[in-house]
T-cell receptor, first 114, second 110 residues
Framework: DTEVTQTPKHLVMGMTNKKSLKCEQH?????MYWYKQKAKKPPELMFV???????INESVPSRFSPECPNSSLLNLHLHALQPEDSALYLC?????????????FGQGTRLTVV | GENVEQHPSTLSVQEGDSAVIKCTYS??????FPWYKQELGKRPQLIID?????GEKKDQRIAVTLNKTAKHFSLHITETQPEDSAVYFC?????????FGKGITLSVRP
């Protein structure tokens, strides 16, 4: 099973709303990632969790708040977003880059901030 | 600076021809080199990868070659088909991060 599942697939939210994106994997991967992707651009790393601990935050604004409740789940809490935050949000997981294993992506959440 | 660079940004080939996409990296300590394919509206999909102790790896119509001296790795697609049309990203991991190149849009003309 090389599946990473993200919900919801689409989300429209107002600038005063609070919402959460969810990601789940059952491959036993210990590294999980959030990426943001704008149209015609490569995925841009936001956060990395390693063994359920936040190890990398790429200077992401605090209106994005990640959470890793357990080794299979990853959440991204959204609050007071701006229209420029509209993008495809991708979750990924990997066993370990050190061991030469690639990252597998979920299908993404298409977020629109109005 | 960028970990990886891809040029050109677009490539168009005739169906049945071969396509080669090149990626240049900057860190000589890099030891893992994946290629991702992203079709319009879909997720990036890992299609092939290579480790630094191997020079070439094949999987059916796709192959990846690594030139550590020149610090570049290339994706080779033979007998291209319309469904190969997509954006192809190379990437390198560094310090726990997987950083992507800007991508090359491959168009396969029927």
């Amino acid at each position: 099973d090389t599946e990473v599942t993200q919900t919801p697939k689409h989300l429209v939210m107002g600038m005063t709303n609070k919402k959460s994106l969810k990601c789940e994997q059952h491959m036993g991967h210990r590294a999980m990632y959030w990426y943001k992707q704008k149209a015609k651009k490569p995925p841009e790393l936001m956060f990395v969790y390693s063994y359920e601990k936040l190890s990398i935050n790429e200077s992401v604004p605090s209106r994005f708040s990640p959470e890793c409740p357990n080794s299979s789940l990853l959440n991204l809490h959204l609050h007071a977003l701006q229209p420029e935050d509209s993008a495809l949000y991708l979750c990924a997981s990997s066993q370990s880059f050190i061991r030469g294993r690639g990252a597998f992506f979920g299908q993404g959440t298409r977020l629109t901030v109005v | 600076g960028e970990n990886v660079e891809q040029h050109p940004s677009t490539l168009s080939v005739q169906e049945g021809d071969s396509a080669v996409i090149k990626c240049t990296y900057s860190d000589s300590a890099s030891n893992y080199f994946p290629w991702y394919k992203q079709e319009l509206g879909k997720r990036p999909q890992l299609i092939i990868d290579i480790r630094s102790n191997v020079g070439e790896k094949k999987d059916q119509r796709i192959a990846v070659t690594l030139n550590k001296t020149a610090k570049h790795f290339s994706l080779h697609i033979t007998e291209t088909q319309p469904e190969d049309s997509a954006v192809y990203f190379c990437a390198t991991p560094k310090g726990g991060k997987l950083t992507f190149g800007k991508g090359i849009t491959l168009s396969v003309r029927p």
